[in-house]
């Protein structure tokens, strides 16, 4: 087939992204075809923190090529990117190949939801570059495709994806439940952990295994409409004594589900689980939850926590043997274009 010209739109567009942490987790989808998960889950979009990719459609070119953080990338990631790609030129009447220029101010495939940020970066230049004029509901079930995580990154502050009941997907979309600006206070310290090993499967895959053989998924499936609405309550009203017991509740059903996957997915180390620990006994020496742990499919560690407990937090995480360095986070915006 020939390849033509974009049919409208300048055919180049920048857009930006940042990566998000999930409270709820996703994990495991009804269709991975469609990228429909069984349940609806909720995060945190990241400030800081950004892809920034650029889309150039070209008539000239004679296949997709992908350059991140300046480097031209051949395999998975390539393939990836243009299949993503064939999603927009379906949708557009677009017939041309483009050239990706994708950048993060972070370091990629390091556990720091790269392919959140990234599929929405993607997602929001090539829908512009092609000419497609998405609302933000519509650019969510667009990125959704490249990576389910990535549907969430589309907007800023607490995010709801809700995972929908309908077969074509048309009710399973992310939308804002709490603007970046709701809590002002609220900080997610970025525990950095050393030698975290570099993720060999994606988490498409892996958690297509943890349906298929964890005993206890259903279970979890059971628990997370409560938890789920619980913890919307406990943002809205800003109560940490409410969401943080929660937050890590989920966190440990997430990572029973993966343990119990067989074979069993070990996402942490053996600081990833000191931290854990250190957090579990501030919390006690406290007397209430000061700090709430969480983890995706990664040795980092992420801590909640409120702005005036942060730095004396940091100071004691700091101090866990094969911990790197740590970060403070707050609320970030939505994926824009540039
Ligand atoms: C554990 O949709 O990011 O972070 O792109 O294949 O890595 P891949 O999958 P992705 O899976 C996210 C899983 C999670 C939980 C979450 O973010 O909700």
């Known amino acids: 087939m020939s390849r033509g010209v974009a049919r409208h739109g300048e055919g180049r567009a920048v857009f930006e992204a940042a990566p998000n942490i999930a409270l709820v987790k996703y994990w495991g989808m009804r269709d991975p075809a469609r990228g429909l998960p069984y349940n609806s889950s909720l995060s945190l979009t990241l400030d800081r923190m950004r892809t920034r990719t650029t889309v150039c459609f070209d008539p000239m070119r004679e296949r997709d090529e992908l350059i991140l953080n300046g480097e031209r990338i051949d ?9 993503f790609l064939d999603y927009v030129r379906e949708r557009s009447g677009v017939t041309s190949f483009a050239e990706i220029r994708s950048s993060n101010n ?19 230049a090539g829908a512009s570059a092609a000419g497609l004029r998405l609302t933000p509901r519509a650019l969510s079930q667009l990125a959704r495709l490249g990576s389910g995580s990535a549907s969430r990154s589309i907007f800023g502050g607490f995010v709801e994806w809700r995972a929908g009941t309908r077969a074509d997907g048309r009710d399973c979309y992310a939308r804002p439940i709490a603007g970046p600006r709701h809590w ?30 964890s005993p206890y998924y ?32 989920e966190c440990d059903s997430f990572r ?20 854990l620990a250190e957090v579990r006994s501030m919390n006690d020496a406290a007397g209430l939850p000061i700090a709430a742990y969480t983890h995706d499919a990664g040795a980092h560690v992420h801590v909640f926590a409120l702005a005036g407990e942060a730095a004396a937090i940091r ?13 403070e986070l707050s609320a970030g915006t939505a994926a824009h274009p540039i």
């Open 184 to 213: 002002p206070s609220f900080r997610d310290v970025v525990v950095l952990i050393d030698d975290a090993p570099v993720k060999k499967t994606r988490s498409a895959e892996a958690m297509q295994s943890t349906v298929r053989t």
């Open 256 to 275: 029973s589900v993966c343990e119990t996957t067989v074979p069993s997915l070990d996402y942490l180390t053996a600081s990833s689980r000191a931290v």
């Open 75 to 83: 395999g998975p990631a390539r393939a990836d990117a243009s299949r």
């Open 106 to 124: 972070f370091p990629t495939a390091s556990g720091l939801a790269s392919s959140a940020s990234g599929f929405a970066a993607l997602a929001g």
């Open 315 to 327: 100071r004691r995480l700091r101090r866990i043997p094969g911990v790197r360095r740590t970060l």
């Open 218 to 249: 259903r279970e979890r499936q059971r628990e997370i409409p409560g938890r789920l609405a619980r913890i919307r309550r406990a943002i809205s009203r800003r109560d940490t004594r409410t969401l943080f017991p929660l937050i890590m509740e």
